[in-house]
């Protein structure tokens, strides 16, 4: 390999792909079928608007909380509770067997260790003065 001239480049989203596949080709042979599904769940206003939700993935027998949001008047009245158990329940029935996330010192750590999750793991001033927080619950 020594004399060959490789190229670095940007890459546009066909590229995304053939990485991708790349990466998922290996995990499986290394760790098996990871098996993976998304899911969302929705919370919509009498319009029929989407005013919060939660869109996560199961694979190898994993939770993971992607994204999750409420729209600042309707936090603290038990919606974010709803759409985290309808996320872990729905994990839960597709074998899931653990669950973990990461969040923001501004964001919601103290509403996920509310509900169990434990931290395990931080990166201070991510971003500058605050921390990344990465928890974990058993399901």
């Known amino acids: 390999m020594m004399g060959e001239a490789y190229g670095i480049e940007y890459a546009d989203k066909p590229a995304w792909e053939v990485i991708g596949q790349g990466i998922t080709d290996y995990n499986t042979a290394q760790a098996g079928a990871e098996n993976g599904r998304s899911l969302c769940f929705v919370l919509k206003g009498a319009d029929d608007a989407i005013v919060g939700g939660v869109i996560g993935a199961t694979y190898w ?3 993971h909380v992607d994204l999750m949001w409420i729209r600042d008047d309707l ?9 985290l158990m309808l996320a ?3 994990a839960r029935q597709r074998g899931a067997k653990q669950a973990y996330l990461d969040t923001f010192s501004f964001q919601a750590p103290e509403f996920y260790k509310r509900y169990g999750y434990e931290i395990f793991g931080v990166l201070e001033d991510f971003p500058a003065g605050h921390k990344r927080y990465f928890l974990r619950k058993q399901l």
């Open 61 to 63: 027998n994993w939770l």
């Open 88 to 90: 872990e329940e729905e």
């Open 75 to 83: 936090r603290g009245c038990g919606y974010g509770q709803r759409l």
